[in-house]
């Protein structure tokens, strides 16, 4: 059950995760704000758009730790709540996605909270519960975007290889079942994220990128 002290690791985790390291590399390298660059995310992929490769790379490396950082923070807090773990990697990435630092008024005059699509974010928290599983993601999610050529897809793929790692390790007895949560929600929440992206997929007007964008 969750306490007090819970409750401010998951608050703590969240603004963890709400830091907008896109946005403020852009803004220091460019003088542009990011969310008005293509897709608007904070993530690497769009900051290397908007301010080149180094930015994009410092961005992503970031991101991920972001994840990573928060789940370590829960185990240091209490290392038998494995929910408590879960629930911290969810919580960078609602801040990543939802930041409380940027949010704006759209030209509708409605509030909303800026962000990413919480793909780097997502991999952080898988190796903050199980270290050696950005060995098993980071190359195949690699060729996932060379080959397949979709950031979407590739953004996707770490939360579903989540799943599938926790899921077949707790089968094994090697994780506590609490652990595919985290790749369920993860999941859950990066699908919503990038439903624009969906949308264009559906209709073959997504971006292509690495292989499949070099061929045509």
Not at 63 to 77: E, P, Q
Not at 123 to 135: F, N, Q, R, T, Y
Not at 138 to 154: E, H, M
Request: charge should be positive.
């Amino acid at each position: 059950m969750l306490n007090i002290g819970s409750l401010g690791v998951l608050l703590g985790t969240y603004l963890l995760g709400s830091i907008p390291f896109g946005w403020i590399f852009v803004k220091l390298r460019t003088g542009k704000d990011i969310r008005d660059v293509q897709s608007g995310r904070t993530g690497g992929t769009n900051a290397m758009r908007a301010a080149g490769w180094s930015i994009g790379l410092s961005t992503g490396v970031l991101d991920v730790l972001k994840g990573t950082v928060a789940v370590l923070i829960a185990k240091s807090f209490n290392a038998d709540a494995y929910l408590l773990h879960v629930l911290a990697g969810i919580a960078a990435i609602v801040g990543h996605n939802y930041s409380i630092f940027l949010l704006q008024r759209s030209p509708t005059g409605r509030w909303r909270l800026a962000g990413g699509a919480g793909g780097g974010t997502c991999l952080g928290g898988s190796i903050g519960l199980w270290s050696p599983s950005v060995l098993i993601i980071l190359p195949i999610a690699a060729l996932i975007f060379w080959f397949v050529g979709y950031a979407s897809v590739t953004t996707m793929s770490v939360a579903a290889l989540s799943i599938l790692i926790f899921g077949v390790g707790a089968f094994l007895g090697n994780f506590p079942w609490e652990y595919i949560l985290f790749g369920v929600i993860s999941l859950a929440l990066l699908l919503w994220a990038l439903k624009r992206n969906i949308i264009a997929l559906r209709a073959g007007t997504e971006r292509l990128h690495g292989h499949r964008a070099r061929k045509e």
